[in-house]
């Protein structure tokens, strides 16, 4: 599975972004997809997933704030992400990976991964 991530950049705080990812063959209608982000020092941290039959998860720190979806016919998984605050910065990816989890290391095809950056 190819994963390419596009959409980020650099908001002020309280602003709106919205990430996507696409995906090759049918993955997002044949795994579980996430978004992780990371800054430097820690590890990935999972954000948001959605399963192959569109069933949504959050971390409680986006609660609210982010919404996840995908578009099967597209091959294409998306994050807006509205009211984003400083600590939201980060490196965003995109996963793909047989059932949804929170842990990285459960997800097998991974995206290079797009600079979020946002100023208070």
């Known amino acids: 599975v190819q994963l390419v991530e596009s959409g980020g950049g650099s908001v002020q705080a309280g602003g709106s972004l919205r990430l996507s990812c696409a995906a090759s063959?049918?993955?997002?209608?044949?795994?579980?997809m996430g978004w992780f982000r990371q800054v430097p020092g820690n590890e990935r941290e999972g954000v948001a997933t959605?399963?192959?039959?569109?069933?949504?998860g959050y971390a409680d720190s986006v609660k609210g704030r982010f919404t996840i979806s995908k578009d099967n016919a597209k091959g294409t998984l998306y994050l807006q992400m509205n009211s984003l605050k400083p600590e939201d910065t980060g490196v965003y990816y995109c996963?793909?990976?047989?059932?949804?989890?929170?842990?990285?290391?459960?997800?097998?095809?991974w995206g290079q991964g797009t600079q979020v950056t946002v100023s208070s």
């Open positions: 996963a793909a990976g047989v059932r949804c989890g929170w842990l990285a290391d459960g997800y097998n095809s």
């Open positions: 959605i399963s192959r039959y569109g069933t949504t």
């Open positions: 063959a049918y993955a997002t209608s044949d795994y579980c």
